[in-house]
T-cell receptor, first 116, second 113 residues
């Protein structure tokens, strides 16, 4: 059973450019969340997608946007890259629903983005 | 707003010794609590979680954690450290199933032979 798959694994971009990161959720999961993990810090929530809509959003600027496709895969887009956007971007998938006894997130290995 | 504080950004233990990682949380509602482990250049792996019920939670790799509401704590322990336990550990809180996770800053564990 494949877990969460993210691509690419590493990426180098120049300031001002745009980047797209991709995520395929674990089989059977239909909710995808994105997190940013700066070096030496804990992950910070960017947003969550369910049924192709953004359901929750963290404190990130509008330069960060996303999309979820009918097959539940997701993309994270970042425009006008800044040096401070350099981080590990983690995708996590989960089952929906309040009160699920199986509640929990499955994380991918991440995409390491370096902005130069 | 929810928050998580992990006391100690680095912990060094000897192989075979007790591992104790501290986590305190702030939440306006009964929390869901998690511990994740991250090995170098990898994503996060769930060690254990508390949602409801028994306050002592057992996880993978011999780890366990106890939810103490009165102390707003969810400390992680393992009786005997193994070299393979060297990693970074994150405590996280969520206010509901399916809700976002709020992470602490992490504790890096070094295991000495």
């Amino acid at each position: 059973d494949a877990g969460v798959t993210q691509s690419p694994t590493h990426l180098i971009k120049t300031r001002g450019q745009q980047v797209t990161l991709r995520c395929s959720p674990k089989s059977g999961h239909d909710t995808v969340s994105w997190y940013q993990q700066a070096l030496g810090q804990g992950p910070q929530f960017i947003f969550q997608y369910y049924e192709e809509e953004e359901r929750q959003r963290g404190n990130f600027p509008d330069r960060f946007s996303g999309h979820q496709f009918p097959n539940y895969s997701s993309e994270l887009n970042v425009n006008a890259l800044l040096l401070g956007d350099s981080a590990l971007y983690l995708c996590a998938s989960s089952l929906p629903g309040q009160g699920s006894l199986d509640y929990g997130y499955t994380f991918g290995s991440g995409t390491r983005l370096t902005v130069v | 707003a929810q928050s998580v504080t992990q006391l100690g950004s680095h912990v060094s233990v000897s192989e075979g010794a007790l591992v104790l990682l501290r986590c305190n949380y702030s939440s306006s509602v009964p929390p869901y609590l998690f511990w994740y482990v991250q090995y170098p250049n990898q994503g996060l792996q769930l060690l254990l979680k508390y949602t409801t019920g028994a306050t002592l939670v057992k996880g993978i790799n011999g780890f366990e954690a106890e939810f103490k509401k009165s102390e707003t704590s969810f400390h992680l322990t393992k009786p005997s450290a193994h070299m393979s336990d060297a990693a970074e550990y994150f405590c996280a809180v969520s206010k509901a199933a399916g809700n976002k996770l709020t992470f602490g800053g992490g504790t890096r564990v070094l295991v000495k032979p």
